[in-house]
């Protein structure tokens, strides 16, 4: 199947093969003619599956031939759970709308300037894409209008609800027309998601993508112990000096370790920044950007300001702090391996966090094959209970065990070997963050 066959306007067909893509994905196959057909729609499907131009290009198919009235809202409201992936669905709706010379967008999110935003909703807007925080101070204030939304997308409407955007969501959804189309994406449709698409939908077609076992076999998952934060700190710096890393996204478990390991490996040479929610949006899209030009090789960041990442020179996810929940190591680990690169994802495990490694392989239905990297090995620890058959098979680093090979690690500087690595201060944003002066009711400033 091609995209011809999907039913999309020629200037949008051009718009995709432009940007290298032939083929649909699974879920494009089946929501794009689904939502031109004007079905609601209820869409399950894993991150990098392509969703976002699942749900993009069906709702400028609408638009092709219908320049806005003056004084009209906004025709298609998008809703994201973060401020990155609001901004990299804006940029997507901008690739595949190009031809659309009159099309205007606006990204309404907390952490960007609130009167800046204002001016942007002065004039005629076709497509906005908003986190709910914000975007209901602007309905509150009567600086937006929308009923005139003929189609509302909410992308990851489980990681909305998950932050506490249910009551916000609730608003948005009563300020817009009855009639309108609804397209609702989610890693789950069950339980509070299920409840909340049953409200706002009239007969929607479901859509459940499973993920294929060859998608998943791109990202290889490690597992290594560690007897104290120390000894973490000390199998970071050897991962982060191995001669096969790229780039690296580290993730912590609060914004203040984010800082604060930040600055102790750019101490150590590495060329690292960090990531979290309470940097001003400037901030924020200044290390976005230098990550992507390659400028930063370390990016320490929190769950909540990693998602949306798309970074395709990432070739490790370092878990430092395991997440405290297992749906979320789906998540951290889809930062790597990506547009069809190989990956490593490789947890750190303290003597207190074996219960979380149970929860993420429960949940994934993975082994987290264990390793070690010679002279670095954790003391011995009694068994604290099984883990699900096969998991805890050792393998060394740097001894042909077939894992990549981790040689012993260096002497602590940081500093890539010859042959490849990053190192130097040049690039590094400010250590010290910047408190969010967006909307505090935005609650995509968490983590």
């Known amino acids: 199947m091609t995209f011809q066959s999907l039913g999309l306007a020629d200037e949008l067909i051009k718009a995709v093969e432009q940007t290298g893509y032939t083929i649909p994905t699974p879920v494009q196959m089946q929501a794009i003619p689904a939502a031109i057909a004007g079905s609601d729609l209820l869409v ?46 804006e940029k997507a709706v901008q690739t595949y709308g190009k ?52 189609v509302l997308i909410l992308d990851e409407a489980d990681r909305m609800l998950d932050m506490g955007f249910a009551e916000d ?15 609702l994406f989610s890693a789950t449709l069950d339980g509070v998601v299920g409840r909340m698409a049953e409200r706002m939908t009239r007969n929607p077609q479901r859509i459940e993508i499973e993920v294929a076992k060859e998608d998943r076999g791109q990202i290889e998952q490690r597992l290594m ?11 970071l710096e050897a991962l982060l000096g191995h001669d096969g890393l790229q780039q690296a996204v580290v993730f912590t478990a609060t914004k203040r370790s984010a800082d604060e390991l930040s600055l102790s490996l750019q101490e150590k040479g590495f060329a690292a920044a ?39 020179g990432i070739s490790h996810v370092i878990n430092f702090d395991p997440p ?4 979320d190591y789906v998540h951290r680990i889809g930062r790597t391996g990506r547009a069809g690169r190989d990956g490593i994802a490789i947890t750190l495990s303290g003597p207190r966090e074996t219960g979380l490694i149970r929860a993420i392989e429960r949940f994934t239905g993975d082994r987290l094959e264990v ?44 500093e890539r070997r010859p042959g490849g690595g990053f190192g130097g201060r040049d690039g590094h944003p400010s250590s010290r963050s910047e408190r969010s002066h967006g909307d505090r009711r935005d609650r995509s400033s968490r983590g």
């Open 44 to 89: 399950s499907s894993h991150t990098g599956s392509g969703k976002t131009a699942a749900f993009t290009l069906p709702s400028l198919h609408k638009l092709i031939d219908r320049r806005p009235a003056p004084g009209a809202g906004p025709r298609v409201l998008v809703l994201t759970p973060t401020r990155e992936l609001a901004q990299q669905v």
């Open 99 to 150: 031809a659309l010379r009159w099309l205007n967008t606006a990204c309404l999110v907390g952490g960007a300037p609130f009167f800046a935003q204002v001016k942007q909703l002065q004039r005629p807007v076709d497509v906005v894409v908003a986190t709910p925080g914000r975007l209901l101070d602007h309905l509150n204030r009567r600086k937006i209008k929308l009923s005139d939304v003929e």
């Open 169 to 183: 969501i609730d608003a948005i959804v009563a300020a817009t027309p009855a009639k309108r189309q609804t397209l």
């Open 225 to 235: 112990f560690a007897d104290d934060m120390g000894h973490k700190s000390r199998l």
């Open 274 to 312: 960090a990531l979290h929610g309470d940097m001003h949006q400037t901030q924020r899209n200044r290390t976005l950007d230098r990550l992507r030009q390659g400028r930063i090789g370390v990016l320490v960041a929190t769950d909540v300001a990693a998602r949306g990442i798309d970074v395709a």
């Open 324 to 327: 405290r929940q297992a749906e």
């Open 371 to 414: 390793h070690t990297i010679p002279g670095m090995e954790p003391s011995p620890r009694k068994p604290s209970g099984p883990r699900p058959a096969g998991a805890g098979a050792g393998r060394r680093f740097g001894n042909g065990g077939g894992g990549g090979g981790y040689g012993r690690p260096s002497s602590g500087s940081g």
